[in-house]
């Protein structure tokens, strides 16, 4: 089984940054995108952030220009660079690989756990 860990959550204020970083539990060898979703209270999860395994990104309308996907293949972690932050960017962030290889074989539709962003003053 592989897992993906999130961390780097919390309180921040509005215009403040954080950086979210999802950690594989076994080596990835191969993906085809990686993605960051979040849920806020009330809503469904939407889609934040996504890259491809040639480093190709997107992002949504309401995060370009303020959000910044990247990843560390040697570490198999993804991060989310969160800056000017804004009050209904609040939600659970999740991270997710659709397609991956490891040394424990193929793997599909992982999700992590999630990690809160509050943001508040």
């Known amino acids: 089984q592989v897992q993906l860990v999130e961390s780097g959550g919390g309180l921040m204020q509005p215009g403040g940054s954080l950086r979210l970083s999802c950690a594989a539990s076994?080596?990835?060898?191969?993906?085809?995108?990686m993605d960051w979703y979040r849920q806020a209270p009330g809503k469904e999860r939407e889609l934040v952030a996504s890259?491809?395994?040639?480093?190709?990104?997107n992002y949504a309308d309401s995060v370009k220009g303020r959000f910044t996907s990247s990843r560390d293949n040697a570490k198999s972690t993804l991060y989310l660079q969160m800056n000017s932050l804004k009050p209904e960017d609040t939600a659970v962030y999740y991270c997710?690989?659709?397609?991956?290889?490891?040394?424990?074989?193929?793997?599909?539709?992982?999700w992590g756990q999630g990690t809160l962003v509050t943001v508040s003053s």
């Open positions: 997710y690989a659709d397609r991956i290889a490891t040394p424990k074989g193929p793997f599909i539709n992982v």
């Open positions: 076994v080596r990835i060898w191969t993906f085809n995108h």
């Open positions: 890259i491809t395994s040639d480093g190709n990104t």
